[in-house]
């Protein structure tokens, strides 16, 4: 069972915004500025979007943003593609030595 | 560009054997921390191990379902990191990545490798 809760399934039309949350604990979200976000199509490996709560890694678009206030994170898809449409998946860094956890994943669904 | 292949997939029965490899290219592979990622069918992803690299230690560490069974050992010679999976369970079929970790991140990936345990 994952210590990181994301909602199973969000979705949004064309051009909308999208909002996905992670919610954790003390222990890690709300601990440590290390929360990553994932996205994953369908038969594909997930790829990295968002890493240390807001950056972007080098050719992600900028309508991928990530926040993050007390104990949850939270990803925003804005300006909403058909390309969006996929599975979402948090983690937060937890202190050393701790096992790694990931979200239960969120499927995006574009309208 | 870094790219990392998967092999070794395949069926297995319950309680049988099975050892994935992971080559890594277009990184400094000696330093790098190494891991396992799995995902059943139709489920989320599950972090499977690491391997620390060998100036950091060379130590590994797995997830409670796992530890006791799976064991992770590294290569730099060949670049390349091993999934050794013994008494393998049919709660342990799904699509295993490999992908490289730092600071507290999973940066790449590579495609996968399928394993089925299955009577």
């Known amino acids: 069972q994952s210590r990181l809760t994301q909602p199973p399934s969000a979705s949004g039309s064309p051009g909308q915004a999208v909002t996905i949350s992670c919610t954790g604990t003390s222990s890690d979200v709300g601990g440590y500025d290390f929360v990553s976000w994932y996205q994953q199509h369908p038969g594909k490996a997930p790829k990295l979007i968002i890493y240390e709560v807001i950056k972007r890694p080098s050719g992600v678009p900028d309508r991928f943003s990530g926040s993050k206030s007390g104990n949850m994170a939270s990803l925003t898809v804005s300006g909403l593609q058909a390309e969006d449409e996929a599975d979402y998946y948090c983690t937060s860094y937890a202190g050393s030595k701790t096992v790694v956890v990931f979200g239960g994943g969120t499927k995006l669904t574009v309208l | 560009e870094v790219q990392l292949v998967e092999t070794g997939g395949g069926l297995v029965k319950p309680g049988g054997s099975l050892r994935l490899s992971c080559e890594a290219s277009g990184l400094t592979f000696s330093i790098a921390w190494m891991n396992w990622v799995r995902q059943a069918p139709g489920k989320g992803l599950e972090w499977v191990g690491r391997?620390?690299?060998?100036?950091?230690?060379?130590?590994?560490e797995f997830a409670a379902p796992v530890k006791g069974r799976f064991s992770i050992a590294r290569d730099d010679s060949k670049n390349t990191v091993y999934l050794q999976m013994n008494s393998l369970k049919t709660d342990d079929t799904a699509v295993y990545y490999c992908?490289?970790?730092?600071?507290?991140?999973?940066?790449?990936w590579g495609p996968g490798t399928r394993v089925t345990v299955s009577s």
């Open positions: 391997i620390y690299s060998k100036t950091d230690g060379g130590t590994t």
């Open positions: 992908t490289t970790y730092d600071h507290h991140k999973f940066v790449n």
